[in-house]
């Protein structure tokens, strides 16, 4: 079964831009909405099996690490993660088993900024794309772009944060990324200077699985 993907047009200001301003070597963020807080769990698990020592040819034959409910989680996509061949090219990925979930539940999404805190002309972030499968392993959706909005933490710093309706069928979600042109996040300085988010293959992003109550 083929890809049914959606584009979002995330709700963000105008020309897709957020604020940030520099103190010294600090980032004082300007909230453009509330900030989301929750407790961490233990980072899943994408470095692959043995058994991925070869690039998997079909989505049954990646080995998933379990989320669970209402319990953040980080993600990395990195150099040494396992890749596949997505219609959007070669990509590395993290493969996630979905708790058991509801029709309201969807999937909360984390990405701050990294290379460039305080020095925002290296600032980047990765930007994820979303295969939901079913328990047969049949995408039912991909989400290419989810719409972000600013927030921060006082020890991390600036991030950007989503949320992804998680289909009412989905038993795992694969995290990847790729070089399809996405809406660019721009931040600015004290003094007015745009500076573009650059978007990274690879990086670490937050996932939760939660459900509206």
């Not at 596949?84 to 990405?111: C, D, M, W």
């Not at 039912?140 to 600013?150: A, I, K």
Request: glycine fraction near 8%; aromatic fraction near 10%.
């Amino acid at each position: 079964m083929g890809f049914r993907t959606i584009g979002w047009s995330g709700m963000r200001l105008s020309n897709n831009s957020v604020l940030l301003a520099t103190r010294g070597s600090n980032l004082a963020v300007f909230m453009v909405c509330s900030v989301l807080f929750g407790c961490a769990a233990g980072p899943v698990d994408t470095k692959g099996s043995a058994t991925e020592s070869v690039a998997p040819t079909s989505f049954a034959e990646m080995q998933y690490s379990p989320l669970k409910l209402d319990a953040e989680q980080p993600v990395e996509l990195r150099d040494k993660s396992p890749t596949f061949a997505f219609p959007q090219g070669e990509s590395h990925y993290a493969a996630l088993s979905l708790p058991k979930h509801n029709a309201t539940s969807f999937l909360a999404v984390r990405i701050f900024v990294t290379h460039g805190l305080g020095l925002l002309p290296d600032a980047s972030g990765v930007r994820p794309h979303f295969a939901f499968l079913n328990a047969d392993h049949v995408v039912l959706l991909t989400v290419v772009d989810v719409p972000l909005w600013l927030g921060t933490e006082f020890f991390r710093g600036p991030f950007f944060r989503g949320e992804v309706a998680i289909p009412a069928e989905s038993a795992y979600v694969v995290v990847y990324s790729s070089n399809t042109p996405l809406p660019v996040l721009t931040v600015y300085s004290e003094n007015g200077t745009p500076w573009p988010v650059r978007p990274d293959r690879t990086g670490k992003l937050y996932v939760e699985v939660k459900s509206k109550s």
